[in-house]
């Protein structure tokens, strides 16, 4: 057998293929050769055990190629490794949250410890309007926030043309990318990146819970510029056109590169504009949206704390799975922590539920912290460090491990 660096790629890509007939879902995108997928389609689903086989095979394939691109060596090893755990986990191995966690996302979770949320909570209450108790405070002002989809759907084309001229100031751009948006009903997460191909996206927006003026821009900057549509366009025109790096035309949703993905996504708007420019900008599309009562500064100041919130899913995910605790109680743990409604902490529930999201969670939270230390330990720590930084992750194959490396 071969096991030239194509073959390598491909063989990996197929294997992809083949998984998501036992876990839909898992390929999040594929713009490889239509006939690759063809294949696996009239093959038909193969036995979960022949799969395991080649995903070891890979892994030694990987590891005997004298010839391969470090980087896209360690890329590819991680992300066999993630298909190797989720293979486990399909012949029924019982794993940990951690252990499919290190498995699957080359992330080391842990418990988010209570105080971080209750320091939280105390700045909280320094920022919101008084009232009654503070989880009453927070709903009330959410609902100041509420806005018609309507409403959204007029102001989508100033925010996008505003992000993406900043993004093409600022970071690398394909010339021929867009992405369309789309309005959607039903589903666990607020928004989505559906990435087509042809370095196009679609971005689906959920109307089931209320959409926020306040939340809008930070939403199209994580899923659009320079977030998720932004990287992935970077890594077709980069990786798959320009070096023939294959592997990268298949997105897979339980893979290391999650965690880099929703690491750029989390940090997309702050690293795209600073902290003033933040607030301006929101003050003045407060202003013509007509909700020129709101506060942009402390709107922002209420989302920075926020952030302290962020272990609050993870912790949600090691109740429901690895404590036994029962849904009310973990609608209740993120009740009382989020300070959200019901049907807010029931949403969460429910993303947490779904077999290929339980410890997706994580990959927030982690990713996010991931790019705050890699940021925070540039050699000296400017904004032009951080744009070399944050544009290699844009367009270069990176995993968790490599980021911890260059951190060390
Ligand atoms: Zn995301």
């Known amino acids: ?84 755990t989720s293979l486990r986990a399909l012949r029924g191995e019982p794993l940990s949250l951690t252990e499919e966690a290190e498995g699957l996302y080359d992330i080391h979770p842990a418990w988010t410890d209570e105080a971080i949320f209750d320091e939280a909570h105390h700045e909280l209450d320094d920022l919101l309007p008084p009232g009654g108790s503070l989880i009453e405070r927070m709903i009330a002002r959410r609902a100041v926030l509420e806005i018609p989809v309507e409403q959204v759907k007029s102001l989508l084309g100033e925010i996008t043309a505003a992000l993406r001229q900043r993004t093409k100031a600022r970071f690398p751009l394909p010339e021929d990318e867009a992405f369309e948006v789309h309005f959607v009903k039903d589903q666990p997460w607020s928004g989505y990146n559906w990435y087509l191909g042809g370095c196009r996206s679609r971005i689906d927006i959920n109307t089931d819970l209320p959409l926020r003026i306040a939340h809008l821009t930070g939403l199209l900057a994580h899923e659009g510029y320079p977030g998720h549509h932004t990287e992935l366009a970077n890594k077709e025109l980069r990786l798959v056109r320009e070096r023939g790096w294959i592997e990268h035309s298949i997105a897979l949703i339980n893979s290391p590169s999650c965690v880099i993905a929703e690491g750029i996504a989390t940090r997309a708007l702050e690293v795209l504009l600073e902290r003033e420019e933040i607030i301006a900008w929101q003050a003045e599309l407060f202003r013509r949206a007509g909700y020129d009562h709101l506060d942009a500064r402390r709107e922002h100041a209420i989302d920075e704390v926020g952030r302290k919130l962020a272990g609050i899913g993870g912790n949600a995910a090691f109740l429901l799975h690895d404590r036994g605790a029962r849904d009310d109680e973990v609608v209740a743990y993120i009740q009382r922590y989020r300070l959200v409604t019901v049907e807010e902490a029931r949403k969460t529930l429910s993303f947490l539920k779904a077999p290929r999201n339980r410890s997706y969670i994580f990959t927030y939270h982690y990713g996010g912290e991931l790019l705050d230390a890699l940021f925070a330990a540039a050699p000296l720590a400017t904004l032009a460090d951080r744009d070399a930084w944050f544009s290699r992750l844009l367009t270069e194959p990176v995993t968790p491990g490599q980021i911890r490396a260059w951190i060390d």
Not at 52 to 79: G, M, V
């Open 1 to 84: 057998m071969t096991t030239t660096l194509e073959t390598i790629a491909e063989r990996y890509v197929k294997l992809g293929l083949a998984l998501e007939a036992h876990l839909p879902g898992y390929v999040d995108a594929y713009y490889g050769p239509d006939a690759w997928r063809a294949e696996v389609e009239v093959t038909g689903p193969r036995p979960v055990a022949a799969l395991a086989i080649e995903a070891d095979a890979l892994a030694e394939a990987l590891d005997a190629d004298p010839e391969l691109d470090p980087q896209r060596h360690d890329f590819l090893a991680a992300q066999v490794r993630a298909m190797q």
